[in-house]
């Protein structure tokens, strides 16, 4: 449900309200890795095609004698499921302080609100056959309770001046924000009978994260603006945060952008070319340390009924700070024929200093890791687009837009010892941060030669094809391909299904010498690991959809003005994938989305295909 509100109170007073409010429920499935073998996907992998699971006439199901669990038994009695509340609200009030003909100041005040509570329940009854033989029964029940707020105040001038050629816009503000988020995950064993309460058990486990952060900020901005010909901007940010080691330090963070549009100018006589636009700028921004990496924190522990505390495995860094990020890029745009063909082209360099990893410690201090400032990341690449529109006669309008783009790492600095960073180790491919190479490559061994670099997970490019065909104003078609070339994934799903027998491969014999395709993949196993590394290129169809406009002439004929439009459509995701990778989906992260150790694959859930029916109506 949403609901907003734009006021104009008086000529020296507006506000404006937006809110939202979702509630949404959803049954989950039991994917990914597991090292129980119980999720569908790694119980899938080694059970044959023709094993019959289903329950019986009594409604009793069978044992799976091929995995640790009978998948149709945890699908049909399994209870996983997400219940989500979440409130989002903004408000802005603008108040006109001053106003002449040359200049106006205003001053702004925001503040927004975001709450969220996630309940979470999942249960697994002993009658399973992965409990039977484990938990005797699981009760996993979790509430995650979230309350963000922000808050600013800033002060915008803008002057004009040489007869309204050259304006300037100054803003001068401040910013605060609260994040509080306290999650509690209760897990209870041993279910008595049926029972699905959390004291229904006869071993109960608590775990509670709270994670309160706050974060400051000061910004200043000055922008001046000649005509729409030179276009210059710079600007300081001051930030401090509850999550650096000096709480109370702000830290400075500047910014730069020059544009000029030369074919705004005098001098420009080439009518085909009615833009181009040259521009450059220069940013810093700051990443702050995850909450708690500058303090060693205690667990508890509990021995015979009596409670105490322990070292943990993580030791505080009480000089942690905060990544400083910066960034350079500068660009051309051009436009011709009146912008019906519009070439944008980017190239960019973005370094990452102070970099923050987790560092291994000796044992013998009593910990195994930190958090610590130990390193320098580089990223460069291009993006170019290309939007056009190739025809636009009566009755047929056609909009296209090309973009491509491309990103290269490295690391170019690293105070730590080099360490691998998601994935299976060297047997199997494993991420590895090491100083003078790509922050993205897998490494693992390959025979004699020991552990050398088998591939990236970096695409050697990606490019997006979005289409719209407009006919007769109403009717309306757009389709939305994307191209990833290049860039490794870590197979796993392959080697489980390999040493399952249960491969779609299995007997083949791609390479003719009489070894089936599974047996050579396996028999690789701890000699090297090049068969798990494999190139996870596809064409995706990300978007289509087809929509139609009622014509104004048929509302004002049926409905008498009172329905001003209305347009009905149907549209789909992820229809179809070309690849030649050898899984469920070449577009995986087992690992999350952290960017350094994405592409590692373990019987994923693949991308979903999802179809939608658009109704919309305007009054």
Same mark, same amino acid.
């Not at 058990?201 to 922008?223: H, I, Y």
């Not at 544009?259 to 009518?271: D, I, K, M």
């Not at 360490?419 to 490559?441: D, M, R, V, Y």
């Given at each position: 449900?949403?609901f907003n509100?734009?006021?104009?109170?008086?000529?020296?007073?507006n506000?404006?309200?937006?809110?939202?409010?979702?509630?949404?429920?959803?049954?989950?499935?039991?994917?990914?890795?597991?090292?129980?073998?119980?999720?569908?996907?790694?119980?899938?992998?080694?059970?044959?095609?023709?094993v019959?699971?289903?329950?019986?006439?009594?409604?009793?199901?069978?044992?799976?004698?091929f995995?640790?669990?009978?998948?149709?038994?945890?699908?049909?009695?399994?209870?996983?499921?997400?219940?989500?509340?979440?409130?989002?609200g903004?408000?802005?009030?603008?108040?006109?302080?001053?106003?002449?003909d040359?200049?106006?100041?205003?001053?702004?005040?925001?503040?927004?609100?975001?709450f969220?509570?996630?309940k979470?329940?999942?249960?697994?009854?002993?009658?399973?056959?992965?409990?039977?033989?484990?938990?005797q029964?699981?009760?996993i029940?979790?509430?995650?309770y979230?309350?963000?707020?922000?808050?600013a105040?800033?002060?915008?001038?803008?002057?004009?001046?040489?007869?309204?050629?050259?304006?300037?816009?100054?803003?001068?503000?401040?910013?605060?924000?609260?994040?509080?988020?306290?999650?509690?995950?209760?897990?209870?064993?041993?279910?008595?009978?049926?029972?699905?309460?959390?004291?229904? @058990?006869?071993?109960v486990?608590?775990?509670?994260?709270?994670?309160?952060?706050?974060?400051?900020?000061?910004?200043?901005?000055?922008?001046?603006?000649?005509?729409?010909?030179?276009?210059?901007?710079?600007?300081?940010?001051?930030?401090?945060?509850?999550?650096?080691?000096?709480?109370?330090?702000?830290?400075?963070?500047?910014?730069?952008?020059?544009?000029?549009?030369?074919?705004?100018?005098?001098?420009?006589?080439?009518?085909?070319?009615?833009?181009?636009?040259?521009?450059?700028?220069?940013?810093?921004?700051?990443?702050?340390?995850?909450?708690?990496?500058?303090?060693?924190?205690?667990?508890?522990?509990?021995?015979?009924?009596?409670?105490?505390?322990?070292?943990?495995?993580?030791?505080?860094?009480?000089d942690?700070?905060?990544?400083r990020?910066?960034?350079?890029?500068?660009?051309?745009?051009?436009?011709?024929?009146?912008?019906?063909?519009?070439?944008?082209a980017?190239?960019?360099?973005?370094?990452?200093?102070?970099?923050?990893?987790?560092?291994?410690?000796?044992?013998?201090?009593?910990? @195994?890791?930190?958090?610590?400032?130990?390193?320098?990341?580089?990223?460069?690449?291009?993006?170019?687009?290309?939007?056009?529109?190739?025809?636009?006669?009566?009755?047929?309008?056609?909009?296209?837009?090309?973009?491509?783009?491309?990103?290269?790492?490295?690391?170019?600095?690293?105070?730590?010892?080099?360490?691998?960073?998601?994935?299976?180790?060297n047997?199997?491919?494993?991420?590895?941060?090491?100083?003078?190479?790509?922050?993205?490559q897998?490494?693992?061994?390959?025979?004699?030669?020991?552990?050398?670099?088998?591939?990236?997970?970096?695409?050697d490019?990606?490019?997006?094809?979005?289409?719209?065909?407009?006919?007769?104003?109403?009717?309306?078609?757009?389709?939305l391909?994307?191209?990833?070339?290049?860039?490794?994934?870590?197979?796993?799903?392959?080697?489980?299904?390999?040493?399952?027998?249960?491969?779609?491969?299995?007997?083949?014999?791609?390479?003719?010498?009489g070894i089936?395709?599974?047996?050579?993949?396996?028999?690789?196993?701890?000699?090297?690991?090049?068969?798990?590394?494999?190139d996870?290129?596809?064409?995706?169809?990300?978007?289509?959809?087809?929509?139609?406009?009622?014509?104004?002439?048929?509302?004002?004929?049926?409905?008498?003005?009172?329905?001003?439009?209305?347009?009905?459509?149907?549209?789909?995701?992820?229809?179809?994938?070309?690849?030649?990778?050898?899984?469920?989906?070449?577009?995986?992260?087992?690992?999350?989305g952290?960017?350094?150790?994405?592409?590692?694959?373990?019987t994923?859930?693949?991308?979903?295909?999802?179809?939608?029916?658009?109704?919309?109506?305007?009054?």
């Amino acid at each position: 449900m949403r609901f907003n509100l734009d006021h104009e109170i008086s000529n020296r007073f507006n506000f404006s309200l937006s809110t939202n409010y979702i509630n949404s429920i959803a049954k989950r499935g039991l994917t990914n890795n597991d090292n129980a073998g119980v999720s569908f996907g790694v119980a899938l992998s080694s059970t044959p095609s023709f094993v019959d699971l289903f329950r019986d006439d009594s409604g009793l199901y069978p044992d799976n004698p091929f995995a640790a669990s009978n998948f149709l038994q945890t699908r049909d009695l399994m209870t996983n499921k997400e219940n989500i509340d979440r409130f989002l609200g903004g408000f802005t009030l603008n108040t006109n302080l001053y106003t002449t003909d040359l200049s106006s100041t205003k001053l702004v005040l925001r503040a927004g609100l975001d709450f969220y509570n996630l309940k979470t329940i999942a249960i697994f009854p002993r009658i399973l056959q992965f409990e039977r033989n484990g938990n005797q029964g699981t009760s996993i029940q979790g509430n995650n309770y979230n309350l963000n707020t922000n808050f600013a105040a800033f002060v915008v001038n803008n002057l004009s001046v040489a007869d309204n050629t050259l304006d300037f816009t100054t803003t001068i503000g401040a910013t605060r924000e609260n994040f509080n988020q306290d999650q509690v995950l209760t897990i209870a064993t041993q279910l008595i009978g049926s029972q699905t309460n959390l004291d229904q @058990s006869s071993a109960v486990t608590v775990d509670q994260t709270q994670l309160p952060v706050r974060n400051k900020g000061l910004f200043f901005q000055e922008e001046v603006n000649f005509s729409d010909r030179i276009i210059a901007t710079a600007g300081l940010r001051l930030d401090k945060s509850s999550n650096n080691a000096d709480v109370n330090e702000f830290v400075a963070f500047p910014k730069f952008s020059l544009a000029l549009n030369l074919a705004n100018f005098g001098f420009w006589t080439q009518e085909s070319i009615n833009m181009l636009k040259l521009r450059a700028a220069y940013g810093e921004a700051g990443g702050f340390p995850p909450f708690g990496s500058k303090y060693t924190s205690f667990s508890p522990f509990n021995i015979g009924g009596n409670p105490g505390i322990i070292v943990p495995i993580q030791r505080g860094n009480a000089d942690i700070k905060q990544e400083r990020q910066k960034e350079f890029e500068t660009g051309v745009d051009i436009g011709v024929l009146g912008d019906k063909a519009i070439l944008e082209a980017t190239y960019y360099v973005k370094t990452v200093s102070d970099l923050i990893l987790v560092q291994n410690v000796p044992g013998s201090t009593g910990f @195994s890791t930190r958090i610590v400032n130990a390193g320098e990341l580089r990223n460069r690449g291009i993006e170019l687009s290309l939007s056009s529109t190739p025809f636009d006669v009566a009755g047929f309008k056609w909009d296209s837009r090309i973009s491509y783009w491309v990103n290269n790492s490295e690391i170019t600095e690293l105070d730590v010892p080099a360490f691998p960073l998601g994935g299976f180790g060297n047997t199997l491919g494993t991420f590895f941060i090491e100083e003078g190479k790509s922050a993205t490559q897998i490494k693992g061994i390959k025979g004699d030669e020991g552990v050398v670099v088998l591939g990236d997970a970096a695409p050697d490019f990606q490019m997006n094809f979005h289409n719209f065909f407009t006919i007769k104003q109403n009717l309306t078609f757009s389709f939305l391909l994307h191209w990833k070339e290049g860039g490794d994934n870590i197979n796993l799903t392959q080697l489980l299904t390999d040493l399952g027998g249960t491969s779609f491969d299995y007997d083949d014999d791609d390479e003719g010498d009489g070894i089936p395709n599974a047996k050579e993949r396996t028999d690789a196993l701890g000699v090297t690991a090049e068969p798990f590394v494999q190139d996870a290129s596809y064409l995706r169809l990300r978007e289509i959809g087809l929509y139609y406009t009622l014509p104004t002439s048929l509302l004002e004929g049926v409905f008498s003005g009172i329905v001003r439009q209305a347009k009905i459509g149907l549209s789909a995701n992820n229809l179809f994938t070309i690849t030649d990778y050898d899984s469920y989906d070449p577009e995986v992260s087992n690992f999350g989305g952290n960017g350094l150790s994405t592409g590692v694959d373990v019987t994923p859930f693949p991308s979903s295909k999802r179809y939608f029916l658009h109704l919309s109506i305007g009054f």
